[in-house]
């Protein structure tokens, strides 16, 4: 199987923790420990966001004031290479060095007039008290969303049209390498009239670059881990229903949270409508995931438009995850 693997930002810090690089390396080891299995036996390609380490880059430049902060482009890159660097050391040691790893900076192509450079979505960097938020807002002119119970900076994030180094991905698999790749979404760039590539300042949500990637390379599968068990509509309200597959069509049709979910889910309908598979859920239960005992998958087309996870009484235990047909969604 010719695999991507879409690495939260869960795999990389968890919520709460202090970004060092002891936390990142530690986070990372029991990912790729996690994922050793699946990379001995598959064709596999591993991509990974970068939101709280591009902020926090972007925070360290500013504190800097001799010579002008980097642009997000440079900053990008730059944290493709570090992370990058970490998940390429820690797969290879999780292999004992049966397959070679190679980390690849990635940049994916965007159209300059996306309507995304006007309306900011991707959350980056730390979180922030309203207050806190208010201040950075003020001074950095910085545009502020909320991030659960807290405030985060948000900037553009448009479209993946294609990803530049997708040649040299397939290449590397059909010689039996790994790639990690498409780190951040890989860095954007737009096209000029001579065909030049130039580096534009927004962040690309990883798993629509992913999808884009899987695309590119005809990947069977997509797998976005997650630190929740299932997609759910209506999450975190008391109309909450977990999704334990669904069509492109029927997913489609339902909202969810914009800058953290729509884009996983809209990357699952764009690998879904090309033909393949996508698989969102818990990093922490893979082999469930592949199994299909946990986790939400996308499929091209479904009879009855959505299977919901059954709902069980606190009073009569059972599994969660048993799966029972729902009306077409």
């Known amino acids: 199987m010719r695999v991507v693997v879409a690495l939260g930002g869960n795999a990389l810090a968890r919520r709460g923790e202090p970004m060092t690089a002891e936390y990142l390396r530690a986070n990372v080891k029991s990912t790729c420990e996690a994922l050793a299995k699946l990379a001995r036996d598959n064709e596999m390609v591993i991509t990974h966001g970068n939101g709280p380490q591009v902020g926090l880059l972007a925070l360290q430049n500013l504190a800097y004031q001799d010579v002008a902060a980097y642009p ?10 570090m992370i990058g660097y970490v998940v390429q050391q820690e797969l290879s040691n999780a292999l004992g060095g049966e397959r070679e790893v190679a980390a690849v ?15 900011p979505t991707k959350l980056i960097g730390p979180q922030y008290s309203a207050h806190d938020a208010a201040e950075a807002a003020a001074e950095y002119r910085w545009t502020i969303a909320k991030d659960g119970q807290a405030f985060r900076r948000v900037v553009p994030s448009p479209n993946p049209i294609s990803i530049v180094q997708a040649p040299l991905i397939r290449r590397l698999l059909e010689d039996g390498s790994l ?16 065909g030049r590539h130039i580096g534009v300042q927004a962040v690309v949500d990883k798993d629509l670059a992913s999808a884009a990637l899987a695309a590119d390379i005809q990947a069977d599968t997509l797998i976005m881990l997650t630190d929740g068990d299932y997609v759910s509509e209506n999450w975190g309200t008391p109309e909450q229903r977990d999704i334990h597959t669904a069509s492109a069509d029927a997913v489609a049709a339902m909202k969810f949270a914009e800058g953290s979910m729509q884009p996983k889910i809209d990357a699952a309908i764009r690998v879904a409508r090309a033909g393949g598979r996508a698989l969102i859920g818990p990093l922490d239960r893979l082999d469930d995931l592949l199994a299909r005992r946990v986790g939400t998958e996308i499929v091209p087309e479904l009879a009855e438009g959505v299977i919901w996870v059954e709902s069980v009484p606190a ?15």
């Open 179 to 194: 790639a990690v790749c498409v780190g951040g979404g890989g860095v954007p760039v737009r096209e000029d009239s001579k």
């Open 315 to 329: 009073e009569k235990p059972a599994p969660a995850d048993k799966p029972v047909p729902a009306g077409k969604g």
């Open 72 to 81: 997000l482009d440079i900053l990008g890159a730059e944290t493709q290479g």
């Open 105 to 119: 900076i990635t940049t994916t192509v965007v159209d300059e007039s996306d309507p995304a450079f006007d309306r």
